[in-house]
């Protein structure tokens, strides 16, 4: 017998504090509750659609009551989109409220220096990359669900929320740069008259599928089109070299296609349409050279702030050991600063662009090994460690291999508070201990924070 669902009506909930992933929290009627793109300090009013773990999941209806210090959101899909659920709040407020999830997932405070947050001015256009997705079923506004407005047609822009199939259409994003921007705008354009589909991702059929768009510090730009396998190679060839011709101001664009089904900018490369397959990037006296799809920092001013504050957190040393390193930013950064530097890396192609990059650089003190961290670095010794692992956190016997390693000092970069919270307890049951943590915002109107803690080993 299915379980009846209950009812619960929608009621006002006043946003107390941020939660992971960009939530905003409150109670009521003793329970936690949970809404997405409200800001600290408003009164929303929300319906449930979910519980969960004792939690109470909600979507915002209305506002009842803006917080005392809010600003007007600058995009026309704040709301919808579900990426920049901040930006009803200054960016003071904003940092107020990372700096107070940070602090909460961490664990006791007591005896740790806890630094001001730190993070650039630039509250918008910061984002070096920005990857959109193309589709045939457009999101639906409740309005526009009850007017009864067809959601098909040809679109281009970001998911909502929890929908696979649903595109956010737009004509612009706020968090790149104009010069970014425009280039969307001719791709929507050149989409709208195309004689191709975009991609069905129910039905597995069309030929449009993302639109990724990178840009470096001093101008250069890169775009990447990914595409269902062609039926007519040479009308498709015809079609990109047109959308191509039509790009102002690139440095290259680049053509993959993806055979897969799953929903994902990923393929294999087809043709290089104009100029080049790479990017230049700088950060500070640093220049790399980044394939399509590499991994770096989406927000290039606000890397060279957090790695100036792991730099500060490392000190010196003999040699510093930096896992999870990708393409070596970090270790290049710190690199004057220690004998040697000693990344570990398991994407082969990243070791490669790391190794290229010290190369390049002239960094002749840092050498790359490819590999699991909790399989390669058994074997690796040094006196400071930076860790800067994916969003879950350590792997277990990473994890316990630090907790045992005999260095002095463990930097810890976590784009994930909660994890560092669930890691320090394994690291200080080995002896470390939490000495001094900072909060970086690199990614202002979103939920998104950085936080670099400092340990010292105090025994074992």
């Known amino acids: 017998m299915a379980r009846r669902r209950t009812y619960t009506p929608p009621f006002d909930l006043r946003v107390e504090r941020l939660e992971p992933k960009g939530m905003g929290a409150g109670e009521h009627e003793g329970r936690t509750v949970l809404v997405r793109g ?5 009164l929303v009013l929300v319906r449930p ?17 803006a917080a005392p210090d809010a600003v007007q959101p600058r995009c026309a899909a704040f709301g919808t989109c579900g990426g920049c659920v901040l930006q009803e709040a200054p960016l003071e407020a904003q940092r107020a409220a990372k700096v107070s999830l940070v602090h909460r997932s961490v664990g006791s405070l007591e005896g740790v220096l806890l630094h001001p947050p730190v993070g650039r001015d630039a509250a918008y256009g910061y984002r070096n990359r920005v990857e959109l997705t193309y589709g045939n079923r457009r999101y639906l506004s409740d309005d526009e669900v009850r007017e009864g407005v067809s959601n098909q047609g040809r679109y281009i822009g970001f998911h909502a929320p929890g929908r696979f199939d ?3 259409d737009v004509d612009r994003c706020e968090l790149v740069s104009e010069g970014m921007n425009a280039l969307i ?13 975009p991609w069905d991702i129910r039905e597995h059929t069309g030929f449009w599928r993302h639109l990724l768009l990178r840009e470096g510090q001093d101008g250069d730009r890169l ?15 015809a079609e990109l070299e047109a959308l191509a011709a039509a790009l102002p101001e690139v440095g290259g664009v680049v053509w993959y296609v993806n055979d897969r089904v799953a929903d994902a900018a990923v393929g294999e490369q087809r043709a290089v349409l104009t100029g080049r397959n790479w990017l230049e990037e700088r950060l500070g006296h640093l220049r790399f050279l980044l394939a399509p799809q590499a991994f770096f920092q989406t927000n290039s001013p606000g890397a060279e702030l957090l790695y100036d504050t792991v730099a500060t957190a490392a000190g010196s040393g003999h040699r510093l050991l930096d896992l999870y390193c990708g393409s070596g930013s970090i270790a290049l ?21 790391a190794c290229e990059n010290a190369v390049r650089n ?10 699991e961290v909790e399989k390669v670095a058994l074997d690796l010794q040094g006196d400071v460690v930076v860790v800067d692992p994916p969003r879950v956190g350590l792997h277990p016997k990473a994890a316990a291999w630090l907790a045992s390693l005999p260095a002095t000092r463990l930097v810890y970069v976590a784009c994930n508070p909660t994890s560092l919270g669930r890691d320090r307890e394994i690291l200080e049951a080995g002896g470390w201990e939490l000495q001094e943590l900072w909060t970086v ?10 936080a670099v803690a400092r340990f010292d080993r105090v025994r074992g």
Do not use: C, Y
């Open 38 to 42: 409200v800001a600290p300090g408003a």
């Open 49 to 65: 659609f979910r519980r969960k773990r004792g939690v109470l999941h909600t979507r915002r209806v209305g506002l009842v009551e």
């Open 166 to 168: 649903r595109i956010v």
């Open 185 to 197: 705008a001719v791709a929507r354009s050149h989409l709208l008259a195309s004689a191709f589909e």
């Open 223 to 237: 775009v990447v089109v990914f595409t269902s396998p062609p039926d007519d190679p040479a009308a498709a060839q």
């Open 333 to 353: 950064w710190l690199a004057s600063s220690f004998a040697e530097v000693v990344g570990v890396e398991l994407h082969a192609p990243a070791v490669q662009d």
């Open 362 to 371: 002239g960094v002749t003190n840092a050498r790359f090994v490819q590999g």
């Open 441 to 450: 915002d690199m990614f202002p109107q979103t939920g998104h924070v950085e």
